[in-house]
């Protein structure tokens, strides 16, 4: 079936439509869950609540643009909607002013190449949750540091400062990686 058809058959709520739809995208969206959760059950459910977003919602894609595109963006929103609803931990801290060794974003030494996608991911699974939040939207979802304050209710500076964090974190985290 071609995208458009999957698309309309979604929007009558057709079963059929709608788990071929769930098997073309959810490998893709499945990584952008792992990305955003802790672990592998969390980023399970929110899997299952964004694909059931998507259905609730799927009649207010107007065939404008990437429909992929479309569904990323529900479950990034949907991934960031969970993290700002977990109040007891403090996820964000300090602006830019605070952090005092800016030579940490220099690139990691090595190459890494010898890492698999699994062991990567699993180096930003393990990112305190501001950081790898901040991360995720920075690096991967290219989102400006102007828009992660917006998103997520934080200044820019800090925006900036959890990214240089979690990058160096993962730095010595594949410096870590090569010791072994």
Same mark, same amino acid.
């Given at each position: 079936m071609?995208?458009?058809? /999957?698309?309309?058959g979604c929007k009558r709520q057709d079963r059929k439509s709608q788990q071929l739809v769930y098997e073309k995208y959810a490998r893709v969206m499945y990584g952008i869950c792992l990305r955003y959760a802790s672990e592998k059950e969390a980023a399970q459910d929110l899997l299952q609540d964004g694909f059931i977003k998507v259905f609730m919602n799927i009649n207010s894609f107007e065939n404008k643009g990437s429909f992929e595109g479309w569904m990323?963006? &529900?479950?990034? +929103? /949907?991934?960031?909607? +969970? &993290?700002?609803?977990?109040?007891?931990?403090?996820?964000?801290?300090?602006? &830019?002013? +605070?952090?005092s060794d800016l030579d940490i974003i220099d690139e990691a030494e090595g190459d890494i190449d010898g890492i698999t996608e699994d062991e990567l991911l699993k180096m930003v699974q393990e990112l305190p949750q501001g950081y790898r939040s901040v991360f995720n939207l920075y690096a991967i979802e290219d989102y400006s540091h102007k828009e992660i304050s917006e998103m /997520?209710?934080?200044a820019e500076g800090t925006?900036?400062?959890q990214y240089i964090?979690?990058?160096a974190l993962l730095q010595e985290k594949i410096k870590e990686y090569f010791k072994q």
């Open positions: 071609e995208e458009l058809q /999957l698309i309309e990323k963006r &529900i479950f990034v +929103n /949907l991934a960031l909607e +969970n &993290i700002r609803k977990d109040k007891t931990k403090k996820m964000y801290s300090d602006d &830019i002013e +605070n952090v /997520l209710g934080i925006s900036r400062s964090r979690a990058r």
